[in-house]
C-alpha cells in the first residue's frame, strides 16, 4: 500500500518545499498570526505545479473561497456544525490524542485521523508509542496516520504500526536543511 505523507508548514518557502519528494502534501498551518490570503494563494500555486494536495488548517472560508483540496481540523476544534459549511469536493482531515478525540472527528466527518503524538516531542511529556497507537487507530475504520515525533532515528518502527501513512515537521525540517 502507497503510504500517505504530510508536512505541516507555517510560511511558505519555496526552496525548502522544492526539495521535497513529490508524493508529500502539504498543510498550511500557522496558529501565530493571521492567514494571508496571498500568501495561501501563492502556497497553492507551488502545489498546483508540483502536483502536491494542500491542505490549511481551521479555515473553512479560506478553503472554500481558494478551492483548496481540503481542511484540516485540529484536535481542539470540536465544531460540528463545520460538516454543514463544507464544500463536498473539499477532503477533510484532523487530528485527535484520544479516544474521545476520535469520536468528534469521527461526528466531523473527516476522512482521514492523524493520531499524536506517536513518539516523543519536545512540548508534552506524554506520548503513545507504537502498542497505544495501534490500539487507538483500531477504535476507528478511518485511515489513519501517525503524527508526532518522527524522526529519523524511529521513521522505520511507522512501518509496524497500524497506518495509513505519516505526517511531520521536524523529520522533513531534519531532511532538508
Do not use: W
Not at 490570503?37 to 472554500?64: D, P
Not at 504500526?161 to 515537521?169: K, L, P, R
Amino acid at each position: 500500500m502507497h503510504k500517505l505523507i504530510f508536512y505541516f508548514i507555517d510560511e511558505f518557502k519555496k526552496k525548502h518545499l522544492t526539495n521535497l519528494d513529490k508524493n508529500i502534501s502539504i498543510i498550511y498551518r500557522n496558529y501565530n498570526k493571521i492567514y494571508n490570503e496571498s500568501e495561501v494563494l501563492e502556497i497553492k500555486k507551488f502545489c498546483l505545479s508540483t502536483k502536491r494536495n494542500l491542505f490549511i488548517s481551521n479555515n473553512l472560508h479560506l478553503a472554500n473561497k481558494l478551492k483548496l483540496d481540503g481542511i484540516y481540523i485540529p484536535s481542539f476544534n470540536k465544531d460540528f456544525s463545520i460538516i454543514r459549511k463544507i464544500d463536498k469536493r473539499l477532503k477533510i482531515i484532523g487530528s485527535a490524542h484520544n479516544v474521545r478525540e476520535i469520536m468528534i472527528k469521527k461526528k466531523q466527518k473527516v476522512d482521514l485521523i492523524f493520531i499524536s503524538p506517536i513518539f516523543k516531542v519536545k512540548k508534552k511529556t506524554d506520548f503513545l508509542d507504537i502498542y497505544r497507537f495501534n490500539i487507538l487507530s483500531k477504535m476507528t475504520r478511518n485511515r489513519v496516520i501517525a503524527l508526532g515525533g518522527i524522526n529519523k532515528q524511529n521513521i522505520k518502527k511507522i512501518k509496524i504500526v497500524n497506518c495509513s501513512g505519516f505526517a511531520g515537521i521536524s523529520y522533513f525540517n531534519d531532511r532538508i536543511k
